[in-house]
């Protein structure tokens, strides 16, 4: 077992040279030296914002350390870094052509996949990121309704479009906002007063299948919320768009309501449609084929070849019954080895989510300080994984990959006992 360190210790860590020199060079041409959500800035300093490469289960950054990779892309990988057939598939296309003067056939293909694969899609229409699909969604439920309003849920993220943008967004007017209400996820009753309010003028509801809003626990759909929300959708003509960018290949390939019985209008997916390759779809019902053909959908990209290739491959590994069980059996056994390792060192810990989506928090820890000390203290042991944000596991995480990882979550825990222990680390009970 690794020595446990003293305390303290991981204020100290810093980034790799390799990485330093990098970050030094990107700061002098980079915003910020990076943006967006994959800035390591507001990780624990040791985090690597570099990588060189991936394979499998496994990511690899400029030192040349190697981590078992439990964001997987944080979500797109989910057949493993490099996967041979998918990788194939991709050459193959790039060799016969990926951006042409139109589609391929293969668009074709893929659309008549994913048609016969999610429940409620009788039509597809491609992009090339979650926030483009999800805005469209928005774009083609106004079209469709001749109507503004959308209400969302508080704290869920559909993406960079200015419409979900939160309040003070820098280069966002609040104009851009206009017209979208918020509601509680799984807060049936809120949902029901906003759409009492506003119902005349209600274009669509827009939802994640479940809450995974980051700094919290993952949290399931209440049946009794999804239920109101598809019928309040058809009682005042308004569309029920399921925003499956994230839960897409890791929940119910068919769509993740399909077990409560509920399917939306339309679908925004994409992440892990193409194991890393860019490519989204927004999915639809036949009465919004006509709005679907008339807004403004297009993008220079958005038709390239080789990632639908990918996506044409994974979605046939990905959508079959038995590498699902796969997955969720593997993140079963994350989850509850997390669970018996925080509790065998007396920490409160909370694990959620589906099993190939988990996320950990530990009881009282308001700040995120004892999540992001046991965080980096896995990334030394090498195990990649993000103190506030969800993780993602995928099909290359075998039963040895996840007992390796636990080996270092376990040495983890007795670290931040240690640093509790000490009193260089403190859980503040939340106030209220
Ligand atoms: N919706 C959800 C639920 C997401 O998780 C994300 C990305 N994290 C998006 C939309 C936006 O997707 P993208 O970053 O590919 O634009």
Redesign the pocket.
Known sequence: MTPVPDAGWYRDLRPSPADERLRERAALVVPGGMH??KSASRLPRGYPQFFSGGEGPHVVDVAGRRYVDLMCS???VVLGHAHREVDVAVTAQLAAGDCLDGPSPVMVELAELLVDTVTHAQWAMFA???????TLAVQVARAATGRRVVVVAEG?????GAWCSAPGTPGVLPEERAHVVRIAYNDAESLSAAVEVHGDDLAAVVL?PIR?DVRRNLEPADPVFVRRARELCDARGAVLVL?????GLRADPRGSWEALGVRPDLS?W??AIGNGHPI?TLLGVEALTGAASAVHATGSFWLSSAPMAAALVTIRIAREPDVRAAVDAVGARLQSGLREQAHGYGLDVVVSGPPAMPFLTFDRDTDFEVARHWAAACLQRGVYLHPTHNWFLGLAHTAEVVDAALTATEQAFAVVRRALDVGDLQLIAAAG
């Open positions: 967006g959500h944080w979500g797109p090339k990121n979650g926030s483009d699909v999800m869920s993220y559909h993406g960079n994640t995974h925003d499956e960018v994230r839960t925004g994409s992440k989204a």
